[in-house]
């Protein structure tokens, strides 16, 4: 049995039942991350998060039924915190469409890899897991929905078919040199590979 630590009698002294809830949520949260982004899916469970998190075992099941649940929690923090960063990176870019395809693909490439957890979370470890999965494709599905909705207002004569064809390719795409990228494959020189893959998606125009 997984006890907590230190003196639980005044742990949550003074904290309301809310915020307790809320704070042992995130530090078993935090807890999948640290496990689940250096051992992947098979270092995920629950006496190993409880440990992790210094909670005892009763406070996983008040937030999460199982270890998918807390899984696609994870998921959902780690894409929440890279949609906050593309914002900033792409307000920063103004309104160019070639600056702001830039910005988008260093955004993705440089937070998955600043930190190779969440990498992990977000593209390679758990590719079978089913609450990963179904997050992945609901992921990619509202990067195409976005594709979309730019290329509707930088080029609204575009054939919708074309448009549909484009966005897909590059969502593909898009996970695929996330992949490479979080390998080594692709070297060490994030503003290399940023401007390849902007070149190649903009038509092979070289000086995007």
Do not use: I
């Amino acid at each position: 049995m997984v006890r907590e630590r230190g003196p639980s009698a005044t742990r949550w002294a003074g904290v309301s039942l809310a915020d307790r809830r809320s704070e042992r949520r995130s530090l078993l949260v935090a807890a999948a991350f640290a496990l689940f982004g250096t051992g992947g899916e098979a270092a995920v469970s629950v006496r190993a998060v409880c440990r992790e998190a210094r909670l005892h075992a009763r406070y996983f099941y008040e937030n999460f039924a199982d270890t998918g649940e807390l899984l696609g929690a994870v998921y959902d923090k780690v894409a929440a915190e890279l949609a906050e960063r593309l914002l900033a990176e792409l307000n920063e870019a103004g309104d160019e469409l070639s600056a702001r395809l830039r910005a988008g693909v260093h955004g993705v490439l440089e937070f998955s890899s600043a930190d190779p957890r969440r990498g992990r979370v977000l593209f390679t470890e758990g590719r079978d897991h089913p609450v990963l999965t179904a997050r992945r494709r609901d992921t990619q599905s509202a990067l195409m929905d976005a594709v979309l909705q730019q290329n509707a207002q930088s080029r609204p004569d575009t054939d919708p078919c074309q448009a549909m064809v484009s966005a897909a390719m590059f969502t593909g795409a898009m996970v695929e040199l996330a992949h490479q990228w979080l390998s080594g494959a692709l070297g060490d020189d994030l503003d290399a590979v940023v401007r390849h893959a902007a070149s190649l998606v903009r038509h092979g125009d070289p000086r995007c």
